[in-house]
């Protein structure tokens, strides 16, 4: 089971972004689906998680300006950044809760990360 995100880039603050994440290998089932941050110097932070229903939870940082979006079919999920701010600067990675086919328990996986920098 890979985890493969995409869509990250420069931009200038108040622009946007919408970053992708596609899960493939052998996958049986998807339950929650997630994006986090490490912006330099600090520690990994949950920005928004959306469960395989479609019930979303989002940081309060981040809250009215980010939309975290899946397409079960596809085994992918997406992150809408809007009004984009310095302070949102990090490394952005995407994680699944995933029962792998032929396993038992599901695990989280991680993509191996997307950088987004905001900057004039």
């Known amino acids: 089971v890979q985890l493969q995100a995409s869509g990250g880039g420069l931009v200038q603050p108040g622009g946007s972004l919408r970053l992708s994440c596609a899960a493939s290998?052998?996958?049986?089932?998807?339950?929650?689906m997630g994006w986090y941050r490490q912006a330099p110097g600090k520690q990994r932070e949950l920005v928004a998680l959306?469960?395989?229903?479609?019930?979303?939870n989002y940081a309060d940082s981040v809250k009215g300006r980010l939309t975290v979006s899946r397409d079960n079919a596809q085994n992918t999920v997406y992150l809408q950044i809007n009004s984009l701010e310095p302070d949102d600067t990090a490394v952005y990675y995407c994680?699944?809760?995933?029962?792998?086919?032929?396993?038992?328990?599901?695990?989280?996986?991680w993509g191996q990360g997307t950088e987004v920098t905001v900057s004039s």
């Open positions: 994680s699944a809760n995933i029962l792998a086919s032929g396993t038992s328990d599901y695990r989280d996986y």
């Open positions: 290998g052998s996958i049986f089932s998807i339950n929650a």
């Open positions: 959306i469960t395989s229903g479609g019930s979303t």
